[in-house]
């Protein structure tokens, strides 16, 4: 399993190697085209991609087999939520890519060798996950002899987790060279016209100098330019693309979070005092800290400032003095001093870390006896620095031989932390820490400072059963009463509840706020319609009681809908025609730009080297009318009125440089440019065709 080991302190790297190799969890995750809340087909159909299904079944085998990959490189035995989504949405992609790429590599007769697939694991120039999971991290160079190895051995493992692995990764590098083939076909065929080429390179080698002048929108108030409902038809009409959309809901909700009551706080501030009398006679601080509190065993040194105010009178005071409970947030803590100590205030300190490799006893035991051992060459006289390079996993201290640099208290974790402040300095020791095993060794320390040695016994006030039904009681007569829209927000105004908004929630959401996994109102308020009340939902944090607030189904959003949007949008155009009609009339019979400044009381801007392919004006911002004007207008010629986004604008070009336009340039970069988006536009064409119907909300 030693290969697998080297894998998992790379784990972040090559899990986005490898299932990055999927291509569409990157290209296309928010491509889920319209269509997805259909449930046409099977009950157990979690898509639908050209007319063919994937059963839930087939994706659970997929999200499992992702999902032991990801475990093993992790070196972890369980994925958390967060992770888990992350590993069905890439699951999910792979098989729809699967299906739509499949379809066209068949097609186009494209397809992979074994001689060639045997080449991009083990010939001269490996794939680069390959080359990721073998190179020597000492060294940087690819272990050649490390792979063939673990390929020999493989088949030896009776867990099979490396077969497992292996047969993962191969599979998507060959997916990967597939997608690579298609690439260069579409890449091959572009081709740059030659009056393309010429345009672009004019564009190019024209840049100018111009003054100009602008009148903006804002200038001119909403309430003096009149809308009609026809002008709003007019304009949604004129631009439907504008209106395109995807199904999502609007919840409004209010949550009852599940906070600890004030009857809650009394009851363990009773308990901590009790707790508090015991502790006062303890003689084993670590053992009762370890049982009664409810953070982990930690002895800190402070200064007089460092403590907090609460315990600020342990300062000086007598060992075995306690204070408190005392409240910090949603916990009470009694602080008791140890005893006052002469400590510096950093240490530099280097250290050799020693991971087990798997979460069992034997694995654990090898990895202590493997430290003690280092600990031992080391104290004998081995080189500290010589002994990190060749075992510690810290890659951050390795190129440093293991030298954490100056450290102050409460930099490191606890246990680490107590230890270089308390041990002598050159003295080699061994401690254990959530990491793993350290071999560590001060090296330097400054001057010492008096400190207080504090430990903190930590006891957690959480809301109690009583505090929950109450809770929950209070959340389901909210719901109960108050079935309607108007009932909703009258009832939450009366009795003081914040009613929180979440809008555009997609199908597949899961997170609503600071709600944490909301999943179930996601997909409730997909099986609603709009205004219906749901009832209490269950959530980590809190009860919630959610409003659907608006339905979005249509492919075009509807003009009732976007009416806001398309009424700022038509106002703008009003104004710019009155502005357009206002700078005709100023300028006409003038011969500069100057004069009709003078005229208007405008400011003049300058602008500088601007060509054709500026992406904004200094002062007007991005504004291609504009940019486009420049590039045309004659030297020393007023323009006509421009229209842009942020106002109307009457421009004179000062100065123009004309450079020989370079063909070749222009003709390399465009293809560069058509070449960066040619397999990202070519997927998304295949996937919208493809008419994806994504139904896993009905299964998750």
């Known amino acids: ?107 186009l007769g494209l397809s992979v060798s074994d001689d060639e697939l045997f080449d991009l694991v083990q010939g001269d120039n490996p794939h680069q996950a390959v080359r990721q999971m073998f190179t020597d991290p000492q060294t940087g160079a690819f272990n050649r002899s490390v792979l063939l190895n673990f390929l020999q051995n493989m088949n030896q493992d009776p867990s099979g987790q490396q077969l497992a692995y292996w047969t993962f990764m191969e599979s998507q590098i060959l997916n990967d060279q597939l997608i690579s083939k298609y690439s260069n076909l579409i890449r091959k065929g572009l081709f740059v016209p030659g009056f393309m080429a010429r345009e672009e390179a004019t564009a190019n080698s024209r840049t100018v100098d111009f003054d100009f002048i602008v009148q903006r929108y804002n200038l001119i108030p909403d309430s003096s330019v009149m809308v ?72 800190q040194n402070y200064t007089a400032a460092e403590l907090p105010v609460q315990a600020a009178s342990l300062f000086d005071a007598a060992p075995g003095t306690t204070v408190g409970p005392y409240e910090e947030g949603n916990a009470l803590i009694i ?13 530099r300190a280097r250290h050799i870390l020693i991971q087990p490799k798997a979460n069992n006893q034997i694995e654990i035991a090898k990895a202590r006896s493997l430290a003690d051992s280092l600990q031992n060459v080391i104290a004998n006289g081995g080189d500290f620095a010589i002994q990190a390079v060749s075992f510690s996993a810290d890659q951050g201290s390795l190129p440093d031989g293991g030298d954490l ?12 932390d107590q230890a270089i402040f308390s041990r002598p300095q050159g003295e080699v020791f061994v ?51 108050n079935r309607t829209a108007e009932a909703f927000a009258a009832a939450a105004k009366k009795s003081n509840y ?41 959530l980590d944090n809190a009860y919630v009681v959610a409003r659907v607030s608006a339905v979005r189904d249509e492919e075009k959003a509807p003009l009732a809908q976007v009416r806001n949007e398309v009424e700022v949008q038509v106002r703008k155009d009003k104004k710019a025609e009155q502005i357009m009609k206002k700078l005709a009339e100023s300028s006409k019979d003038k011969s500069s730009l100057l004069e009709v400044a003078g005229s208007l ?41 421009v229209k842009g986004f942020n106002g109307v604008y009457l421009l004179e070009v000062a100065a123009v440089r004309d450079t020989t336009p370079e063909l070749d340039i222009a003709v390399n970069r465009l293809k560069m440019a058509y070449e960066s988006r040619s397999t990202t536009e070519a997927i998304q064409t295949l996937r919208e065709l493809a008419k994806v119907k994504d139904l896993r909300s009905k299964f998750y």
Do not use: C
């Open 1 to 107: 399993m030693a290969i697998l080991e080297n894998i998992r302190t790379k784990g972040g790297v090559v899990i986005t190697i490898i299932i990055g190799l999927a291509l569409f969890a990157f290209i296309l995750g928010d491509l889920l085209g319209p269509g997805g809340s259909s449930i046409s087909g099977s009950r157990m159909d979690v898509a639908k991609v050209k007319g063919q299904s994937i059963s839930i079944q087939d994706l659970e085998a997929k999200i499992e087999e992702v999902s032991e990959f990801v475990k093993l490189s992790n070196g972890s035995e369980a994925l958390n939520e967060q992770a888990m989504e992350y590993v069905r949405e890439q699951a999910f992609e792979m098989m729809v890519s699967e299906i739509i790429l499949g379809e066209e590599f068949d097609k």
């Open 228 to 299: 009609t409902t026809a002008d709003l038809k007019k304009y949604y009409n004129e631009h439907p693309l504008n209106w395109k959309q995807q199904p999502s809901r609007d919840v409004e909700y209010v949550a009852f979070q599940t906070v600890p009551s004030a009857q809650d706080h009394e009851k363990a501030l009773k308990e901590t005092q009790k707790i508090k009398t015991e502790f006062e006679t303890s003689t084993n601080d670590q053992q009762f800290v370890s049982l009664n509190s409810d953070a982990p065993y930690a002895l």
């Open 335 to 347: 602080a008791k001093l140890i005893q006052m100590v002469n400590v510096p205030d950093s240490v």
């Open 405 to 416: 640099g100056w450290v102050t208290s409460g930099m490191m974790v606890p246990e680490f």
């Open 431 to 481: 401690i254990e820490t959530q990491f793993g095993f350290h071999v560590v060794q001060v090296t330097d320390r400054s001057a010492g400072v008096k400190k207080a040695q504090v430990v903190m016994l930590q006891k957690n006030v959480i809301a109690s059963s009583e505090t929950m039904q109450k809770l929950y009681t209070e959340a389901s007569r909210f719901a109960a009463e």
């Open 498 to 538: 914040s009613v929180l908004s979440a809008n555009y929630l997609r199908e597949n959401d899961s997170k609503i706020g600071l709600l944490g996994n909301a999943r179930q109102i996601v997909r409730w308020a997909f099986q609603s319609d709009q205004d219906d009340i749901s009832e209490v939902f269950s």
């Open 601 to 641: 009381g405008a400011p003049v801007m300058k602008a500088k080297n601007i060509s054709f392919a500026s992406y904004s004006v200094p002062d007007a911002g991005m504004e291609p009318n504009l940019v486009a004007a420049s590039s045309a207008l004659p030297v020393n010629t007023l323009s006509s009125p």
